[in-house]
């Protein structure tokens, strides 16, 4: 099970070599998509990595599915999509990651109500990440995550 893109992606992100993670939360690390067709579409991988969701004990599931939240949390404040689509989905890569997609008013009529991976199955041009040009939302997606943690801890 160890040779997934999440096992390579997360160890890079452990050595400060993935130029797309943005932040390492309790359960994983918090990555850029690598098609930013919607703006702020992050990927949560789990580390240490587990083949699936139902493979963790109910403390560490109950983690990563409230870091998942938190992502979808600091879009919505960051970015100010419509609404946030998250999936775990498991059948390529056998390798716990949770997909969180903002959703915008912007999107054509005919998508906007459609899973946001109908994006990849259209014969358009991918918006590959570029760091260049990425780093300013990933720079606001960070501290959003930290304020609502700051929040979440002070409420405590």
């Known amino acids: 099970m160890s040779n997934t893109i999440v096992h390579a992606r997360v160890a890079l992100a452990n050595e400060g070599n993935n130029p797309t993670a943005i932040i390492k939360l309790k359960s994983g690390w918090v990555v850029l998509g690598d098609n930013q067709k919607l703006p702020g579409y992050c990927l949560l991988l789990s580390d240490p990595v587990a083949e699936t969701l139902n493979d963790l004990d109910c403390e560490k599931r ?29 059948n390529a890569d056998r390798a ?61």
């Not at 983690?63 to 498991?90: C, E």
């Open 62 to 90: 109950n983690q990563f599915l409230s870091d998942m939240t938190l992502v979808g949390d600091a879009l919505l404040r960051a970015l100010k999509p419509r609404t946030i689509n998250y999936s775990i989905l498991g």
């Open 96 to 156: 716990l990651h949770a997909h969180i997609h903002p959703r915008y008013e912007w999107e054509p009529v005919e998508e906007k109500n459609k899973p946001p991976f109908i994006y990849d199955f259209k014969n358009e041009a991918k918006v590959s990440f570029s760091l260049e040009r990425d780093i300013e939302i990933m720079m606001r997606i960070k501290e959003a995550i930290e304020s609502i943690q700051l929040r979440r801890k002070e409420a405590q």
